[in-house]
Nanobody
Framework: QVQVVESGGGLVQPGGSLRLSCTASSDTASRYPMGWYRQAPGKQREFLASMSSTGSTNYQDSVKGRFTISRDNAKNTVYLQMNSLKLEDTAVYYC????????WGQGTQVTVSS
C-alpha cells in the first residue's frame, strides 16, 4: 500500500495562490501517475489534474491555466500550484497514485474567502 500526506492548504483571498504538496510513503508512487482531487462540502470528490511518471499532464477544464501539477520523483512528492483562486475552489484537496494503491489521505483544506 501507498500512504499519502497532503499539506499546504490554508485560507486565501480570491485571486491568491497556494502550493499544495503530497508525499507518498513508498517509491512505488514514482513509477505511476499521480493525481490531485478535491471534494467540496456536499459534493463528490472530483479529479483535478494528473501527471505521469514521465511528465505528461492532464487537467480538468475548470482548472486549466490556473493550476499546475508537478512532481519530484526523488522525493516521492507531487505538487499542485494553484493561482487565481476562486471562491468555488474551496474544498478539501487530496492526492494519490493512479490507480490508487491505498487509502485516501486526510487531505488539506483550501478555503478561498474575502
Amino acid at each position: 500500500q501507498v500512504q499519502v500526506v497532503e499539506s499546504g492548504g490554508g485560507l486565501v483571498q480570491p485571486g491568491g495562490s497556494l502550493r499544495l504538496s503530497c508525499t507518498a510513503s513508498s517509491d512505488t508512487a514514482s513509477r505511476y501517475p499521480m493525481g490531485w482531487y478535491r471534494q467540496a462540502p456536499g459534493k463528490q470528490r472530483e479529479f483535478l489534474a494528473s501527471m505521469s511518471s514521465t511528465g505528461s499532464t492532464n487537467y480538468q477544464d475548470s482548472v486549466k491555466g490556473r493550476f499546475t501539477i508537478s512532481r519530484d520523483n526523488a522525493k516521492n512528492t507531487v505538487y499542485l500550484q494553484m493561482n487565481s483562486l476562486k471562491l468555488e475552489d474551496t474544498a478539501v484537496y487530496y492526492c494519490h497514485t493512479i490507480p490508487r494503491f491505498g487509502p485516501w489521505g486526510q487531505g488539506t483544506q483550501v478555503t478561498v474567502s474575502s
